[in-house]
């Protein structure tokens, strides 16, 4: 790897959402800890990705960041851990 590339951030998800055309809804779930309390909180995001791979429904994937795609969308699936029960 050369020092102009740099490694895009990876995060595993599950799809939440694969209505639209080439594009997936993925849940990132994380754990954070409450800053006076202490407890651990679940926290969420949801993001757009490019599917080229043809992600279902409650999939678990694999998501990079990449350049804008739109305006709302700035990750590509890169691959997918878990097929859903169907």
């Known amino acids: 790897m050369s020092e102009n590339q740099k490694q895009a951030r990876t995060l595993e998800g599950r799809v939440v959402s694969n209505k639209m055309d080439k594009t997936v809804t993925v849940l990132i779930e994380r754990q954070v800890q409450h800053g006076l309390l202490g407890k651990i909180i679940r926290r969420s995001t949801k993001l757009h990705a490019q599917d080229d791979l ?29 097929r859903a029960n169907v």
């Open 54 to 82: 043809g992600a279902n429904e409650g999939d678990v994937v694999r998501i990079a960041e990449c350049r804008p795609l739109s305006k709302t969308k700035h990750h590509r699936v890169v691959e997918i851990l878990t």
